[in-house]
């Protein structure tokens, strides 16, 4: 039994509402919410998160919950299927890392906390990129759709993720055997919190986030005294030309209809003055939507790292290591289709609109590609209190309200929490079959 087959629960969008309406008290997080945004935990590191996450499961009585995959991951399986059939089998997803941030947003609950990185350095944490919704709100779905199991059949998986920031999680988790742990999901669904209009949802077909591939780049030169380049053999040029023939791959080979970016957003050479020294290190971030631009560009960068190395007679080949190989995430369009005809009936048709492509990543896609490219969706759910949208668009201030990674990046707790869980939940039962 497939996802398509239960359309009809979909466009009429009755029963999934009544199911939300009845049980949403059971559904509020906001408390989880708090929790989790003044104990936040830098990528890899969610060993709290993750213990939470795996309580709460526990204590709603899902089937099973699987912990400490890929790290410190959290699955929950809660399956509710019958009439002797498999069913229709739901994946969702959360993301439960912070970013290395000094928060800055006064809040009551705000994050001070301090801690040591997977490289030994202690850093700020905050959850400056709206994880800790993620986290509630699919808690609360879980709760709604354990609580609301008689009115559907099927299996849901509820799978919260570590080190989305750093991109490892999603594929630590699938090499750490998650796909030998459950049921074959037949939809994979995710969502994002973004500083739109709280109580509103964005979501497109196609190329909704962009893929992403960083390298790490060493040139080897030959190192020598500053007033003797004659003798040496220079990585800094070398670098240096590296970086501007880099720019020349957007304007001069990918066609102009086509998206990419290609920068150099890491660059150290030497340590001194008078010294030309013997390696330069630089990091290389490319980003694309489509899967043949993506390797032409991603060939093209090795292509002249080692052109331009071999251009300034350096003694050895450069290293070029890579350190994101991450998909970009494509909404499959009837899936869209119907979560868009669902969030229009339930929300109201003005509080839904279609997602702007976003140039950021996220290895969500990850798991569609390990799956061999499963029907999946990915939208995303405003923060901004609505009374501070309104005015800043009656300003013309929208640019100016703090976004993702900023230290200021606070969204309302509601009507926020409220609409992340609502969607989460709404979005499962529309491919869960009716009981």
Request: glycine share 8%; charged share 25%.
């Amino acid at each position: 039994m497939t996802w398509q087959r239960n359309l009809r629960l979909q466009i009429a969008g009755v029963s999934c509402v009544e199911v939300i309406s009845r049980h949403w008290t059971r559904g509020c997080r906001s408390e989880i919410y708090k929790t989790c945004h003044q104990n936040p935990e830098l990528s890899m590191l969610e060993m709290e998160t993750g213990e939470l996450v795996q309580r709460e499961l526990k204590s709603l009585g899902f089937d099973e919950v699987y912990t400490n995959i890929g790290g410190h991951g959290v699955v929950g399986v809660l399956r509710n299927c019958r009439r002797n059939e498999d069913g229709p089998v739901v994946m969702l997803r959360a993301d439960m890392d912070a970013l290395p941030i000094q928060e800055l947003t006064c809040l009551p609950y705000a994050s001070t906390k301090r801690q040591l990185d997977r490289f030994g350095t202690e850093q700020p944490v905050m959850h400056a990129c709206g994880h800790d919704f993620h986290v509630a709100c699919l808690l609360a779905a879980a709760d709604i759709l354990f609580s609301a199991r008689k009115a559907w059949s099927g299996t849901v998986i509820c799978v919260f993720q570590p080190g989305e920031e750093d991109g490892a999680g999603a594929r630590a988790m699938v090499r750490d055997g998650l796909f030998d742990k459950i049921p074959r999901p037949t939809v994979l669904l995710g969502q994002h919190v973004v500083p739109t209009k709280a109580g509103t949802v964005q979501i497109r077909a196609g190329a909704a986030l962009s893929a992403c591939d960083c390298f790490d780049v060493r040139l080897f030169g030959k190192g020598g005294h500053g007033s003797s380049p004659h003798l040496c053999r220079d990585p800094v040029l070398a670098a240096c030309a590296t970086v501007l023939r880099l720019q020349g791959i957007v304007s001069r080979e990918v066609d102009p209809a086509q998206f990419a970016v290609v920068t150099c957003v890491y660059l150290h050479a030497g340590k001194a003055i008078n010294i030309v020294p013997e390696t330069v290190d630089m990091k290389v971030d490319v980003r694309t939507y489509d899967p043949q631009v993506r390797a032409d560009v991603v060939a093209a960068v090795k292509r002249i790292i080692k052109a331009e190395s071999g251009a300034s007679m350096l003694p050895k080949e450069p290293e070029i290591k890579q350190t994101d190989d991450i998909p970009a995430i494509i909404n499959n369009p009837r899936v869209v289709e119907k979560l868009t005809n669902v969030f229009r009936g339930y929300f109201s048709p003005e509080k839904i609109s279609v997602m702007a492509r976003d140039t950021a990543s996220d290895d969500f896609s990850v798991f569609a590609e390990q799956l061999g490219g499963i029907p999946c969706a990915y939208w995303n759910f405003g923060g901004t209190d609505p009374d501070v949208w309104d005015r800043a668009s009656r300003e013309g201030k929208i640019s100016e309200l703090p976004k993702n990674h900023s230290a200021y990046f606070a969204p309302a707790v509601e009507p926020t929490l409220r609409t992340g869980t609502d969607a989460m939940a709404l979005a499962a039962l529309s491919f869960l079959d009716e009981a």
